[in-house]
């Protein structure tokens, strides 16, 4: 199943966000042109050439033998699924076909292919970098970077998906950070999920207070402080299939 667009496909709970817990399959696709400091899946950056191409019937035979009775919904993530637009097209179609829900994790590095894409998916993740991620090397690619995730925000709300946006929390972020994004969505309806970081540079409890009530003045209750807990269902719990 390893090839050159697609790093593993297996089966767990979601980690992250306001759908944790729920079980689903994920594709995890290969490629992303972001570099962020606290990058979890480094192995999973980078295409690899000197694989075959994906053959998008063995991957849904893989969905297919994973689909169990608790399934949510299959999930798109990477890596950055945005970066193979025509494979994440052909499967997530497949897995409609199959009446499958379909999540995609991204971290809205395009959001004209966003927008071409977004009808087959019933749940957006979107992820927003802050400049203090380092996910690119210049203040102006960070603005363009930001600029299109809001838009995939945007169109994701005004779409009727279930739109999660999630921010990743170092120790160094600001409430005003907080504060310019949450204008920038207030008026969409969204789950905000501050995601602190834990180990190196993870924010104190206190700081997550101040930024959790300063998202709270533009987005109320739907603001959502969670850490990431899948490293907890990797003891055995999580069955993967490569
Ligand atoms: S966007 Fe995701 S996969 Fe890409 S570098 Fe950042 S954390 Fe890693």
Redesign the pocket.
């Known amino acids: 199943m390893v090839s050159r667009d697609i790093y593993e496909i297996f089966t767990s709970f979601q980690g992250e966000g306001s759908l944790l817990g729920r079980r689903q399959i994920f594709i995890r696709f290969r490629g992303?042109p972001?570099?962020?400091f606290?990058?979890?899946?480094?192995a999973?950056?980078m295409k690899d050439p000197s694989l075959p191409p994906a053959r998008p019937e063995k991957v849904i035979e893989t969905v297919k033998e994973l689909i169990t009775p608790d399934l949510h919904s299959v999930s798109f993530t990477?890596?950055?699924p945005l970066a193979s637009p025509d494979l994440l097209r052909e499967l997530a179609e497949r897995c409609r076909g199959l009446g499958l829900s379909c999540y995609l994790e991204t971290?809205g590095v395009d959001a004209r292919i966003f927008q071409k894409l977004i009808d087959l998916f019933d749940y957006a993740a979107i992820?927003v970098k802050l400049e203090n991620h380092r996910?690119v090397e210049t203040r102006g690619a960070w603005k363009k970077l930001y600029q299109e995730e809001i838009e995939c925000i945007r169109t994701s709300a005004a779409s009727g998906l279930h739109t999660i946006v999630k921010v990743v929390i170092p120790d160094d972020t600001t409430s005003s950070q907080i504060e310019s994004l949450c204008r920038e969505i207030s008026d969409y309806r969204i789950d905000l999920i501050l995601q602190p970081l834990t180990g190196i540079k993870a924010p104190s409890l206190e700081l997550l207070f101040d930024l959790s009530a300063t998202a709270g003045r533009y987005l109320g209750k739907q603001v959502m402080v969670i850490p990431q807990i899948h490293r907890l269902y990797q003891d055995g719990l999580g069955k993967k299939m490569r």
């Open positions: 992303c972001l570099e962020c606290y990058c979890d899946t480094r999973a950056r990477g890596g950055e971290a992820d996910a």
